[in-house]
């Protein structure tokens, strides 16, 4: 499984600035609260009756955050949508600021792209 996640803020709480910007995220993408790879661990192994067993995390934001911008700009830089669906490319150039503000996340540690691993309980 890979989902974003949030820093553990049980090691070190946020500042005004980290909250501010997990209150965009969460407001401008209508998303759940996220949460660390910690805390998804804990739940996925579950106190005293867990679904999963052997399970292993991962922080895969150095492997996945050269596609961030990229994936972005791609949609901004299309002319086609401008011309064709002018409504529809206000929404992606909204999206691509709301991603820029991600990928900063991303990049300062507030944010992390967890990966998990387990067995299923038999």
Not at 25 to 37: A, C, G, K, Q, R
């Amino acid at each position: 499984m890979a989902t974003w996640c949030q820093r553990d803020d049980r090691k070190l709480e946020f500042s005004e600035k980290d909250k501010k910007d997990l209150k965009f995220l969460y407001e401008e993408w209508t998303h759940p609260m996220f949460i660390s790879i910690e805390k998804y661990k804990e739940l996925i192994e579950g106190e005293g009756g867990g679904v999963m067993e052997n399970v292993a995390t991962d922080d895969w934001n150095e492997q996945t955050i050269a596609s961030w911008r990229h994936s972005v700009w791609v949609g901004v830089f299309d002319p086609r949508g401008f011309i064709f669906k002018p409504r529809q490319y206000y929404k992606c150039l909204r999206d691509g600021y709301c991603l820029e503000r991600m990928h900063r996340a991303f990049d300062r540690g507030l944010m992390q792209y967890g990966m998990f691993k387990g067995t299923k309980k038999l």
